[in-house]
């Protein structure tokens, strides 16, 4: 797959990036802000990667964001906790250089490319291991007119249906918690989004698309909108097949674009960063046991690991292969994109079971600890992935549930939801319907019911951490993550040990300089984002641990090109 010979280029420029998400755009605009001349391709019609059907979150630790909103953090605690859950073959020091880029890098791009975030108290997923907090290192991207975009709108890719109202209605975060919890004045935020997304009619008569940009919509657009103040390019619709080497240095690229082969060079670097192998059925069956189907991942199609395997082919070492950013999920029939189930565990009133019926982990713990919980058990019993989430009728009508919706009755759903939906008297009823032993749902119904009572889980735990409450419902107590399933009828849906994106990838050093077989950077090559092996391991520290490193080692790179005799 690489090419020796001098090379006869179509194009050439300073920096070329694979992929168009959060890091990739972010080498980018550090690069051209240099002075590159800075292109990314993107081999789908749309801009955005994965990153912009996500939440649009980043950990970034001692922030200047959360010191303006009188939070203090120290580096060596954010140092101490990711250390403790990152993997052994993850240095120090490119840990260290995350933790002190990071917070350089979010100053940079507000100051320099218009990326505007706001931190939040949204606690580490492990705030009771040293080191960790009970938020302010979590920054949400902050809400922009996407009229902005001019024609770039039509091609950003569109957020996740988990990520918006009725699958299309952008929302903020403060929105979705007013809702969730139907607190105070919440029809009248319900009102004012209904008003925002009908009431554009130039837009709603010509597109479903909402013009107000939230979540990782709004971080991509405002990516776009840096390159576009530094004259960053893009092409749409152009896909890597192979790197170009000459002389122990990667120049270039072959890529394939509305039917052409065209070869185009890069003076100064290439930058990896299409994402990962989580679509990849055959790479999925030969790193990642009980997890084989691409259909249960939460990323968007595109990301098949080409590049991951390009980088291979020119002597690059990778790591943790076996690693995804886990996550339980819903998949609805039709969709080409599971749903990514973020909240709804934690809620009181609902249990997790395997297919005999019986619980097996901590419903509230993080995403990334649920879903790893449920493919770990599935590659040695086979009976968890799917399981089934259950619930009864109190949470159906207090709460969503994936794509179920409260206050919308059973009948108004559609008919692909319906399909995964299953309903039963009884809880009985229930397991013949969903095939699990009935004795078994009874007894493991029953205990949960008993302790819940008494806002206890011996078992799992269950609200015995920051991170578990943070999503349960104060109006419920002792416990706000506990209550007894009794309320009939009792519903049951499907529930996937899914991801949102592989994370082992590419070996990299704190450069994000490609490392081969011996642990040398191999000249001219960079790999950010779920391309490289995360630097945090196989761990999930807290909310936007994806796209803050993403990030921040796409800035480092892109300066590096730019800067050193590479």
């Not at 260290?96 to 100053?107: D, K, N, Q």
């Not at 749903?339 to 993080?366: D, H, M, W």
Request: charged letters at 20%; hydrophobic letters at 40%; proline letters at 5%.
């Amino acid at each position: 797959m690489t090419t020796t010979s001098p090379a006869q280029f179509d194009h050439v420029v300073d920096l070329l990036v694979i992929g168009s998400g959060a890091g990739g755009m972010t080498a980018a605009i550090s690069a051209a802000a240099l002075g590159a001349e800075a292109l990314v391709i993107e081999k789908s019609d749309k801009y955005g990667g994965t990153s912009a059907m996500s939440g649009g979150g980043i950990w970034i630790p001692n922030s200047h964001l959360a010191r303006a909103a009188g939070q203090v953090d120290d580096p060596e605690d954010a140092f101490r906790y990711v250390r403790a859950l990152s993997a052994p073959n993850v240095s120090d020091e490119q840990i260290r250089t995350f933790v002190t880029e990071a917070p350089r890098m979010l100053e940079w791009m507000e100051e320099n490319a218009g990326v505007r975030y706001m931190s939040v108290p949204y606690t580490d997923y492990h705030a009771e291991l040293p080191g960790g907090k009970l938020g302010w290192r979590t920054h949400m991207a902050c809400e922009i007119d996407g009229r902005l975009l001019g024609k770039d709108l039509d091609d950003l890719r569109d957020p996740s249906k988990a990520a918006s109202l009725f699958g299309k209605i952008s929302w903020t975060l403060m929105e979705t918690q007013t809702l969730l919890f139907r607190t105070k004045g919440w029809q009248g935020t319900l009102a004012k989004m209904l008003a925002r997304y009908y009431l554009d009619i130039g837009q709603r008569l010509r597109s479903s698309k909402d013009r107000f940009l939230s979540l990782g919509n709004a971080l991509a657009g405002m990516l776009r909108l840096g390159m576009r103040r530094h004259k960053a390019d893009l092409w749409l619709n152009t896909g890597m097949k192979e790197l170009i080497e000459e002389d122990g240095r990667i120049t270039g690229v072959v890529v394939e674009r509305e039917g052409r082969t065209l070869r185009i060079g890069a003076r100064r670097g290439v930058v990896l960063a299409a994402g990962g192998f989580e679509r990849n059925a055959e790479m999925r069956r030969k790193f990642l046991p009980g997890s084989f189907d691409p259909l249960g991942s939460g990323s968007q199609v595109n990301n098949q690991g080409e590049s991951i395997v390009a980088g291979e082919a020119v002597g690059a070492a990778t790591r943790n292969m076996d690693s995804c950013w886990w996550a339980p999920t819903f998949r609805v029939p039709g969709e080409d994109s599971a749903r990514l189930c973020t909240f709804e565990r934690a809620l009181p009133g609902c249990i997790i079971v395997n297919r005999e019926g019986k619980r097996y982990q901590n419903e509230a713990a993080s995403y990334h600890i649920t879903g790893g919980d449920m493919v770990r058990a599935e590659a040695e019993n086979g009976i968890t992935n799917p399981s089934w989430i259950i619930f009864d009728a109190g949470y159906r009508n207090r709460y969503p549930m994936g794509p179920v919706l409260p206050l919308m009755p059973d009948w108004m759903l559609p008919g692909e939801v319906k399909q995964i939906l299953v309903k039963a008297r009884t809880i009985g009823e229930l397991a013949e319907k969903t095939g699990m032993p009935v004795d078994a749902l009874e007894a493991t119904v029953s205990r949960f019911n008993e302790n819940a009572r008494k806002g206890e889980d011996p078992d799992f735990g269950r609200g015995h951490n920051a991170y578990d409450r943070y999503y349960g419902d104060p109006r419920f107590g002792p416990n706000p993550n506990l209550a007894p399933l009794v309320d009939a009828p009792f519903y049951a849906i499907p529930i996937h040990g899914g991801d949102i994106g592989t994370n082992g990838g590419l070996v990299t050093d704190a450069k994000a300089r490609v490392l081969d077989t011996a642990g040398a950077p191999i000249k001219g090559l960079y790999a950010v984002g779920n391309n490289a092996a995360s630097v945090m391991g196989y761990s999930y520290p807290g909310a936007g641990s994806t796209l803050g490193p993403a990030m921040t080692f796409g800035w480092i790179a892109g300066r590096d090109a730019m800067q050193a005799n590479n």
